[in-house]
């Protein structure tokens, strides 16, 4: 996924190698941000081979330009972390990591939180098991074009996901990310926000309230899913969207 910058750039990502001398400060943050949160269990079966100490990590885009006739320019864009293959980038590598707000690390724990759920995904180190799947009948037809109110009444929780479908795989992924991005109290809640078509993740907003949940089969899944970490694993992920929404 290398990138490159300008007019003949490719859409991926740039990595620069860390400062040496920040080194021992940005471990310092991946252990207080990232593997604190994690059982011993739990880091040994889902840690990827390698993890990349970077001082920068840009994700390159594409703009359009048509001020004079039409291109395309790539640009950079910073991110805190990311994933590809074995391994996963992290940023902070340079002075910066001992300038960081309590704002900066927040966001550094929220990201590297989610890339390191999403890597387990992409890299096959978790799947659904079959009683989480017999849950929902993904037979159904149309069920792809589905309102979000009518698939939450078989269990299906919606997501942001850029190609959307509904599966087993995606529904699993998607009670993962649920529980280390939001806190119990906001998915169990009586809604605030409500949309019937809305298909983003602003709609696990009460998602396991009975408002939302008129079956009890998304807060049924939604056990199975964190059950089955913690009985495996003694990890109960929840935990970590309740600590990053204190």
Known sequence: MNGSLGEEGTNGYIVTPADENY?????????????????????KEFLPVKIMLCSNIDSVYAEYDFSEGFKVIYKGKGVNAWYNYDNICVSYGNETVIQMTKEDTLAFRRKINQIFIES??????????????????????????????????????????????????????SFLMMMITFSEEFLTRTPEYFNEWDHSMANWDGILNPA???NGLLKKRYDMVRDYFIENYNMDLQKIGNELNR
Request: hydrophobic share 35%; aromatic share 12%; net charge negative.
């Open 120 to 173: 387990m995904i992409g890299r096959g180190k978790t799947s659904p098991t079959k009683e989480f799947e017999e849950v929902t009948n993904y037979k159904i037809d149309g069920i792809n074009s589905m309102s979000p109110v009518e698939l939450w009444k078989l269990g299906v929780p919606c997501a942001s996901l850029k190609t959307y479908s509904v599966s087993v795989e995606t529904d699993w992924t």
């Open 212 to 214: 939302k949940d008129v």
């Open 23 to 43: 080194v021992g400060q940005q471990v310092d943050l991946l252990q207080n941000a990232w593997f604190s949160f994690y059982s011993d269990e739990f880091l």
